[in-house]
Antibody, heavy 118, light 111 residues
Framework: EVQLVESGGGLVQPGGSLRLSCAAS????????MNWVRQAPGKGLEWVSY????????YYADSVKGRFTISRDNAKNSLYLQMNSLRAEDTAVYYC???????????WGQGTLVTVSS | QSALTQPPSASGSPGQSVTISCTGT?????????VSWYQQHPGKAPKLMIY???KRPSGVPDRFSGSKSGNTASLTVSGLQAEDEADYYC???????????FGTGTKVTVL
């Protein structure tokens, strides 16, 4: 059974940092592209970042470029999102999402809530 | 990176059909056949309903169908059922600079 389990969310002050993790199981993690997608409370979905299966290709949304860093460790079946210089508008549930083919997500994690507030 | 435009709400009675539009530009929806649709129930993670404009993943009822014309994609839910009441989001590939963009979301209500 495919499972994606996010962790690392919490309350952080503006300007602070947080590192999200996503533990993958039930599939060959190293064969899949992965994404982070977020959803602010009561709002719609927003794509955050993409990483290729090998980690060699990475993309970011303009809203997080220069502040967030996506990475993966295929040996540990894990995906990460390092978030720096956090702002109130980064407050959201962050989902880890598996991409089996171009522009489609077939499995999502349960999400982890990040709250940026003083 | 502007979001794709969806109507805020749509509704229909059980057994009826509802169609949700998703309007983008020639740089996203109109430029690629990589439009997906997701269903999201309150407090739950999204679920893939349609990919590559009109393909259905296994397990998704054939009551759900997708299409595209120009810069606008559409999701049609036929034979509405109570469990179809949810938020629906479209998404599209938008090229190597912007990459992916989601729609604004549509709340479907089964009357």
């Amino acid at each position: 059974e495919v499972q994606l389990v996010e962790s690392g969310g919490g309350l952080v002050q503006p300007g602070g940092s947080l590192r999200l993790s996503c533990a993958a199981s039930g599939f060959t993690f190293s064969s899949y592209e992965m994404n982070w997608v977020r959803q602010a409370p009561g709002k719609g979905l927003e794509w955050v970042s993409y990483i290729s299966s090998s980690g060699s290709t990475i993309y970011y949304a303009d809203s997080v470029k220069g502040r967030f860093t996506i990475s993966r460790d295929n040996a540990k079946n894990s995906l990460y999102l390092q978030m720096n210089s956090l702002r109130a508008e980064d407050t959201a549930v962050y989902y880890c999402a598996r991409e089996p083919d171009t522009a489609m997500v077939d499995y999502w994690g349960q999400g982890t809530l990040v709250t940026v507030s003083s | 990176q502007s979001a794709l435009t969806q109507p805020p709400s749509a509704s229909g009675s059980p057994g009826q059909s509802v169609t949700i539009s998703c309007t983008g530009t020639s740089s996203d929806v109109g430029g690629y056949n990589y439009v997906s649709w997701y269903q999201q129930h309150p407090g739950k993670a999204p679920k893939l309903m349609i990919y590559e404009v009109s393909k259905r993943p296994s397990g998704v009822p054939d009551r759900f169908s997708g299409s595209k014309s120009g810069n606008t994609a559409s999701l049609t839910v036929s034979g509405l059922q109570a469990e179809d009441e949810a938020d629906y989001y479209c998404s599209s590939y938008a090229g190597s600079n912007i990459f992916y963009v989601f729609g604004t979301g549509t709340k479907v209500t089964v009357l």
